[in-house]
């Protein structure tokens, strides 16, 4: 199995910024499981929604458009680790933020097998 946890968020002003880390970690981890490592988010009262995404190599980094520009995804593969670095932050960006691990898709949440607690982000006007 393949736990996530998520860490970084917290209560912000609006034009700040925060790194949400997400950690890896399990008997089954490895390339073909963590091929993509992605970042969804559910505001409140809302679905959750794809925010970023990227594949092993780092090369084909996905976003919302409502993020791009603000938001940058990386990862470090040598301890299955992803990061989200949120610039810019909005109070519209308020929401609990998933961390996602899978093989294959990027903005579609059922192609994840695997997903963390979340970590709460809360963005004030």
């Known amino acids: 199995q393949v736990q996530l946890v998520e860490s970084g968020g917290g209560s912000v002003q609006a034009g700040g910024s925060l790194r949400l880390s997400c950690a890896a970690s399990?008997?089954?981890?490895?390339?073909?499981?963590?091929?993509?490592m992605a970042w969804f988010r559910q505001p409140p009262g809302k679905e959750r929604e794809f925010v970023a995404a990227?594949?092993?190599?780092?090369?084909?980094?996905h976003y919302a458009d409502s993020v791009k520009g603000r938001f940058t995804i990386s990862r470090y593969n040598a301890n299955y680790t992803t990061y989200l670095q949120v610039n810019s932050l909005k109070p519209e960006d308020t929401a609990v933020y998933y961390c996602?691990?899978?093989?294959?898709?990027?903005?579609?949440?059922?192609?994840?097998?695997?997903w963390g607690q979340g970590t709460q982000v809360t963005v004030s006007s």
């Open positions: 996602a691990a899978g093989r294959f898709g990027y903005t579609d949440y059922r192609s994840y097998g695997y």
């Open positions: 399990g008997r089954t981890l490895s390339r073909y499981n963590m091929a993509i």
């Open positions: 990227l594949d092993w190599s780092a090369s084909n980094p």
